[in-house]
């Protein structure tokens, strides 16, 4: 490749961060549904003519944030598995930890990848088709795997990663609201720190009495 392709490369792939960057914000402050690529081209500051040479329109852009932000969040999630040394408690523990950072760190990307709803779309493409988040899955075939090796009881592995992920997704929602918002009346809760902890706590007790004796 000559430096003046490679160049080129690595101004397109800047241009397309910065075309997610902004695009994740409008898609959380206006909905999926009122997102408007003009909108976008105005907030980046170009023509949408030269927007539509990146992406020919929302639901295509959508799906890129999405590939992207699950992308960087299941690979984290691998990592960890991979390089946890301890028990099987401790690993889910780490885990819960790590989500909550994950979606403290940006929540808005948190609730567009979990929450807001996709573009309104005639028909998918066969890439998109294929797309499926493998989170809770990467949890389920953990949990699967340890009843395997003996490691905790024989239980419903389907039942239980999705109550472990509700219980940890609904502690964010929650405490994303104005029941912990410092300035509010009826913040009576303490911090979401506290919360997020007490939480952990209370899922260490009631997996504790799952593991194999």
Known sequence: MSKSRARSQEAKD??????????????????????????????LDMSQSNLYNYYSNKRQLWYDIMTHDFSELENKIQEIVMYHEGNFLALLVKLAEFYFNFAE???????????????????????????????????????????????????????????????IHGTVLITNTIVFDPKSEISTFGSKEEFRTFVIEQLKDQLSQAFSE
């Open 105 to 167: 760190s940006n929540y808005r990307r948190y609730k567009l990848m979990f929450v807001l709803p996709p573009p309104p779309v005639d028909s998918q493409d066969a890439e998109e088709e294929k797309f499926e988040p493998q989170s809770i899955l990467m949890l389920l075939n953990l949990l699967e795997t340890a009843i395997t090796q003996g490691l905790i009881k024989n239980i419903d592995a389907k039942k239980m990663s999705l109550y472990l992920w509700s219980v």
């Open 14 to 43: 800047k241009q397309i961060k910065r075309i997610i960057y902004e695009a994740r914000d409008l898609f959380f402050d206006a909905g999926t549904s009122g997102f408007s690529m003009r909108a976008l081209a105005k907030r």
